[in-house]
T-cell receptor
């Protein structure tokens, strides 16, 4: 079964460093998402992306964050200057349509900021 | 907010028993989806129920949706130790790429 893949599975970074999390969505999907989950807390929406632009973003997704689809397969989340509170599991997801369809999630990338 | 809120927050049962988790939300939705998460792992989609559906089954899972009460329930029958996980409902009012909104989840522990 097709799946969303994410790399790295775990990254440790120094505060203030830039981090890029990578995702390969399911190939025929058109809508892409990033969510995050701080340890022990709920899954929070960050951003959705369609047709090479951001469709929606949450209050969490401030100027430190950016997303990009640099080629036909990858979808990346960049955090420019990481903070301790950015430590979380980051999930990439994709769906074939905008509504009435399952959103498929990757296994996540654990980011630890020290 | 259209946020789903699950209850109970935690549920402990014995193998073979049924587990029922509830989800409430606040605004109109297109559909509601249930996900499972094993500790430290990704979100696995379990079932999607559309706003015009009242009940849906998938194996040992049964989901109900009551849009008049803005609530949904997930029933796992004949539970197994392997069902131990966190279960989340996510409300979906997507139109042009808007987001699934997750609740806080129910942590289910099934002991053998």
């Amino acid at each position: 079964e097709p799946e969303v893949t994410q790399t790295p599975s775990h990254q440790v970074t120094q505060m203030g460093q830039e981090v890029i999390l990578r995702c390969v969505p399911i190939s025929n999907h058109l809508y892409f998402y990033w969510y995050r989950q701080i340890l022990g807390q709920k899954v929070e929406f960050l951003v959705s992306f369609y047709n090479n632009e951001i469709s929606e973003k949450s209050e969490i997704f401030d100027d430190q964050f950016s997303v990009e689809r640099p080629d036909g397969s990858n979808f990346t989340l960049k955090i420019r200057s990481t903070k301790l509170e950015d430590s979380a599991m980051y999930f990439c997801a994709s769906s074939p349509t905008a509504s009435i369809s399952t959103i498929y999630f990757g296994e996540g990338s654990w980011l630890t900021v020290v | 907010s259209q946020q789903g809120e699950e209850d109970p927050q935690a549920l402990s049962i014995q193998e073979g028993e049924n587990a029922t988790m509830n989800c409430s939300y606040k605004t109109s939705i297109n559909n509601l989806q249930w996900y499972r998460q094993n500790s430290g792992r990704g979100l696995v989609h379990l079932i999607l129920i559309r706003s015009n559906e009242r009940e849906k089954h998938s194996g040992r899972l049964r989901v109900t949706l009551d849009t008049s009460k803005k609530s949904s329930s997930l029933l796992i029958t004949a539970s197994r130790a392997a069902d131990t996980a966190s279960y989340f409902c996510a409300t979906d009012a997507r139109q042009a790429g808007t987001a699934l909104i997750f609740g806080k989840g129910t942590t289910l522990s099934v002991s053998s």
